[in-house]
């Protein structure tokens, strides 16, 4: 399934394929499912009273882009949706539309580039999107200006438990909510697969407004930097050390009760857990954390090298971790 989650086309404001995947999942799972005007799907699974109401989110978008212009010789120009670094694009394979047109982001070839051009990231103004038209006229029969551009990458087992491709930020995370609904464990939580995190969490914003939890946890992918050259101080998180506890970043300083809650649950249940080193970035959790009177929040995020880009890196052994990890947590709130 992270295969199949993981290909979905899903660029933030465009999470219609990946909801309606898990929609499809929870068929016949005693679970009670709404879909709201952001787009958000919202799941509420009953269990054992007296439980805090608690809240588990994961967001279904992706980076990616979106056409702006449509050039007379069927050249399409972009702008980025999330973050992504302009450097990771030249010769990137995309799907275009709801066609999902294969082409190519093109750039002048290196050698007709200046001494100059060639020492600095390109700008965006001067990448286009190759889909192989010729024209304004052919090009628009199959494009129009607004429509979302996503990487064109499928997910690939790597060596011992590793996978390559994209959006694994964060349908990883989607994918261990998704398993934790379909498991049979007498929990009750509610589940909010999100939109458009990637802008701002303004999905997650809508939905706790609508769920009015006592506590939340955002599950998350985060970038790891655990690659040759980099220094131990910069290294964020290790892919196979474990899912790793967030202590803040830029929208949120994590439930100090919380985190030490996600630790003894860790060590209970013998689950290996790292904490996030890294304090920038933003999750889900800074919208909810502000919902209403506000909510105590945590972040439990996998590993991910290479995060943002066509080809991201995880190790399943972390987010079968984070899966239970969050399990033995549920049991001790």
């Known amino acids: 399934m992270l295969a199949e989650l993981a290909d979905l086309r899903g660029v933030s404001g465009d999470e219609g394929r990946v909801r309606g995947y898990l929609l499809d999942k929870l068929k016949g799972y005693r679970v009670k499912t709404t879909v709201d005007t952001m787009g958000n799907l919202l799941v509420r699974r009953e269990g054992k009273s007296g439980m805090p109401k608690v809240m588990l989110a994961a967001h279904m978008d992706e980076v990616g882009l979106m056409i702006t212009k449509i050039n007379k010789n069927g ?3 972009f702008e980025t949706i999330g973050g992504i670094d302009s450097r990771i694009l030249p010769a990137s394979r995309v799907l275009v539309g709801p066609e999902g047109l294969p082409g190519v982001i093109g750039v002048k070839p290196v050698h007709l580039q200046k001494a ?3 020492k600095k990231p390109f700008d965006l103004e001067t990448l286009s999107i190759d889909c192989g038209f010729n024209s304004l006229e052919r090009a628009e029969k199959h494009v129009s200006v607004g429509d979302y551009v996503s990487f064109d990458a499928s997910c690939t087992a790597l060596g011992d438990g590793y996978y390559r491709g994209k959006a694994f930020d964060d349908r990883a995370g989607c994918l261990t909510l998704l398993e934790l609904l379909m498991e049979d464990n007498g929990l009750a939580f509610d589940a909010a697969f999100t939109a458009q995190e990637e802008m701002g969490a303004r999905g997650a914003m809508a939905a706790a407004h609508t769920m009015q939890p006592q506590i939340a946890l955002a599950l998350e992918t985060t970038a790891a930097a655990d690659t040759p050259g980099t220094e131990n101080n910069l290294v ?5 050390a474990g899912p790793a506890i967030s202590m803040m970043d ?11 809650q996600l630790v003894q649950a860790a060590e209970k249940a013998k689950v ?3 904490f996030r080193s890294f304090t920038g970035g933003g ?7 502000l919902s209403r009177e506000g909510v105590q929040c945590a972040v439990l995020s996998v590993p991910c090298r290479y995060i943002h880009s066509p080809h991201s890196i995880l190790n399943e052994s972390d987010r079968q971790s984070a899966f239970a990890l969050i399990r033995a947590w549920l049991e001790m709130v």
């Open 283 to 289: 999750t889900d959790a800074g919208s909810i954390s």
């Open 250 to 260: 830029r929208t949120i300083l994590i439930s100090k009760e919380m985190r030490n």
């Open 116 to 118: 100059n051009e060639q």
């Open 236 to 240: 964020s998180t290790r892919l196979g």
């Open 75 to 77: 050249m399409l120009k």
């Open 272 to 274: 290996p857990y790292q």
